[in-house]
């Protein structure tokens, strides 16, 4: 009977079910169930004597009741400035690194699709020229279609024709990324620049097959390809770029 008897009190007063402020409160007088809370000391209680008990101290414990705010709280409250919302510039620019990314993914793809053996440095010598804050656009020309170029000769006097074109008559040379002079190269001595410079000429050409092409607006760049100095060396020309370049490789033809 004594084993049973502590066995009782010890899962009535010393487990999780019922705590020692919880026993206390039963016999402050917390609880009105007072000959529960008598078998529970004396250890006689029955299982469902405590149960009932937990759950009427939880039912009458009283939770304490928040004051009504005043008038005067209100008008003494001060209150704290919201968050400031993110500028709408910030988000912009985020986006904007995104299309960029992927604009200049399309133009790789492009250069790697048409010249599949182009390095990879050489491929962004080109890209170089593109304002990728511009849309870019890969477009179909049919055969016969006009665009204007701006062309170069060698010392033979043959007609070097690249791969870029316009199809706006009114773009200037420094518009499309190019200098308007240039160092004429000679084909019998491994295209090396001459200092024989000449202007590049405005010409209207007619795509002799359907091709596609890379429409993009040109970037500001230096051309450091078109020009040398007495030595040799290359002679950076400041070009603004804005104009509408159209990128035609000629292994369509």
Do not use: C
Request: charge should be negative.
């Amino acid at each position: 009977m004594l084993e049973n008897q502590n066995a009782t009190h010890t899962w009535a007063m010393g487990s999780d079910l019922i705590s020692t402020e919880t026993g206390e409160a039963f016999f402050d007088g917390a609880i009105p169930e007072y000959e529960s809370i008598k078998r529970i000391g004396t250890g006689n209680a029955e299982p469902h004597d405590a149960m009932m008990l937990l759950y009427l101290l939880h039912l009458k414990t009283p939770t304490p009741k928040e004051k009504p705010v005043t008038e005067e709280q209100i008008k003494n409250t001060k209150l704290t400035e919201p968050e400031p919302i993110k500028k709408k510039g910030d988000g912009e620019a985020f986006e904007m690194g995104d299309i960029i990314a992927l604009r200049t993914q399309q133009a790789i793809e492009f250069y790697q699709k048409h010249y599949p053996d182009m390095k990879m440095r050489d491929i962004e010598s080109h890209i170089a020229g593109i304002d990728f804050t511009k849309p870019i656009e890969i477009i179909k020309l049919p055969q016969g279609k006009e665009l204007i170029q701006f062309t170069k000769v060698n010392t033979e006097g043959t007609v070097l024709r690249g791969d870029y074109y316009t199809d706006n008559p009114n773009n200037t040379p420094g518009e499309l990324g190019v200098s308007d002079k240039y160092n004429v190269r000679d084909p019998n001595n491994g295209w090396k620049q001459t200092q024989e410079v000449k202007t590049v000429t405005k010409e209207t050409t007619t795509l002799p097959k359907d091709a596609e092409g890379l429409k993009s607006t040109s970037s500001e760049i230096n051309d450091t390809w078109s020009r040398i100095d007495a030595e040799g060396n290359p002679l950076p020309v400041f070009t603004e770029g804005g104009g509408n370049q159209i990128y035609i490789p000629k292994t369509q033809f």
